[in-house]
């Protein structure tokens, strides 16, 4: 059987101190529960602190981003070497909201936002393959836009999304990678897929990997699904037959709420 991976997505929230009374609450909140991999990622500026405060917890760390260079004239950028100096063991690419076309506005948010991160199918797979060369375990994001989904285009574009991620690398690597369904329309909106279809999606998620890679990486490979998971919803998703785990946006920053979400993958 997979291990459920349980991984709460701070994004841009929290100075060091902030960082460490959430993680605080949440170590005394988690119940010892070896069966699932919990994971926090928070900011980069929170790492080292977050790792002093888990060395001897269940909980794990992970980082929000990586760039596929190891060192070099990169103004901004966070390596794979430094995230493991930092103490990760994970990390995110490909996330929505570093995915997208520099400076142009996205249909689908209500803000003003700009896709400023330009993140592509080919840098995601530079990210996840840089990922794997530094033995840090890649959970690499796919998901539709609400265009997409309602121009019944879901199934395609997250298996383009899956076979651009896994290009160049090995079956056995791949039997490592954790994906993330996330629709976007889905993510910060409070408007969960509805289990059985995240469940259809995680199952072409997982075929995808199978006519890639082989039977046996399909099988191993462990799916996420994340988009507005709350203790309430966590359970009916994770108890679907291709869904392994979650990535948790908003309610990993309520110590409460993550522990709920863990207590339902348990
Ligand atoms: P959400 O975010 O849980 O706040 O919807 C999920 C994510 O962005 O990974």
Redesign the pocket.
């Known amino acids: 059987m997979r291990k459920p991976v349980i991984a709460g ?1 701070w ?1 841009l929230n929290g100075t060091i101190a902030e960082a460490l009374a959430l993680v605080t609450e949440l170590k005394a909140l988690l119940p010892t529960n070896e069966n699932v991999d919990v994971v926090v990622c928070p900011p980069f500026t929170a790492l080292g602190t977050v790792a002093a405060a888990t060395t001897s917890s269940a909980i794990q760390l992970g980082g929000q981003d990586i760039f596929f260079r190891q060192k070099g004239a990169y103004t901004g950028q966070i390596s794979g070497p430094m995230l493991l100096d930092c103490g990760c063991k994970y990390v ?1 690419m490909g ?3 570093r995915r997208g076309r520099f400076g142009v506005p996205e249909p689908d948010f209500t803000d003003d936002v700009l896709r400023v991160f330009g993140d592509n199918d080919t840098t995601v797979n530079l990210k996840l393959r840089a990922a794997l060369a530094n033995g840090l375990i890649p959970i690499c ?1 796919v998901g539709e836009i609400l265009s997409e989904r309602e121009t019944g285009q879901t199934d395609d574009v997250v298996r383009k999304q899956v076979i651009a991620a896994l290009k160049d690398v090995s079956p056995e690597e791949t039997a490592t990678v954790i994906f ?1 369904y ?1 629709p976007v329309w ?5 408007k969960v897929c509805a289990a059985d279809e995240a469940d259809r999606v995680c199952g072409i998620i997982r075929a995808t990997v199978a006519s890639i890679a082989g039977d046996a990486a399909a099988h191993a490979v462990r799916i996420q699904y ?5 203790p309430d919803n966590a359970q009916d998703l994770l108890g679907r037959p291709n869904i392994d785990g ?7 920053l309520k110590a409460a709420d993550f522990a709920g979400i863990v207590i339902a993958a348990g």
């Not at 889905?186 to 409070?190: D, F, K, M, N």
């Not at 994340?226 to 709350?230: A, F, I, R």
């Not at 979650?246 to 990993?252: M, T």
């Open positions: 997505n994004k995110i996330h929505s909201e994001c993330a996330e889905a993510i910060g909106t409070g994340g988009g507005s998971v709350k979650a990535l948790v946006g908003g309610a990993s």
